[in-house]
């Protein structure tokens, strides 16, 4: 999924693709099971990536909270605002093996899940899948 990406969310898992030294702007959007839009109003949306399951640092750390994401509250859609400059700054291990994921070829950067925290403190797991970024080309001198 490169920038600019709609994703309709349910429960489930999905693999995502950053391309590295690009901004990298997808958007979640949140249903119920009938197809209408979660209420996002005093919630708190947050994705984090982290290299592997268990490991307590993070590589990306978004969050309606620190500005990464923006809400439209009312209709149920979190846009991701990373950077150029936070993408280039992801380092994955260039000894990986690559593949092929959504066209492009990438290595995997780790892990990720999305949380919606509720304004009474439930903190619900919509999606999680892998990471996988692909290393940029072009750098800025």
């Known amino acids: 999924m490169g920038a600019n990406t709609d994703i309709e969310i349910g429960a489930g898992a999905l693999d995502l693709l950053i391309?590295?030294?690009?901004d990298w702007q997808p958007t979640f959007t949140f249903q119920n099971?009938?197809?209408?839009?979660?209420?996002?109003?005093g919630?708190?949306?947050r994705l984090q990536v982290r290299s592997d399951f268990g490991v307590a640092t993070t590589l990306l750390d978004a969050s309606s909270s620190n500005g990464l994401i923006t809400l439209d509250t009312e209709n149920g859609v979190a846009a991701m605002n990373?950077?150029?400059?936070?993408t280039a700054a992801l380092s994955p291990d260039l000894t990986q093996l690559f593949q092929k994921v959504y066209g492009r070829q990438a290595v995997r950067l780790g892990v990720y899940d999305v949380h919606v925290v509720s304004p009474s403190g439930v903190v619900?797991?919509?999606?999680?899948?892998?990471?996988?970024?692909?290393?940029?080309?072009?750098k800025d001198s």
């Not at 391309?19 to 690009?22: D, K, P, R």
């Not at 990373?82 to 936070?86: D, H, I, K, P, R």
């Open 43 to 45: 919630s708190v949306v």
């Open 33 to 41: 099971d009938d197809g209408t839009a979660i209420n996002l109003l």
């Open 82 to 86: 990373v950077s150029a400059a936070q």
């Open 124 to 138: 619900t797991s919509y999606l999680a899948g892998s990471v996988f970024i692909a290393p940029a080309v072009t």
């Open 19 to 22: 391309e590295q030294g690009a």
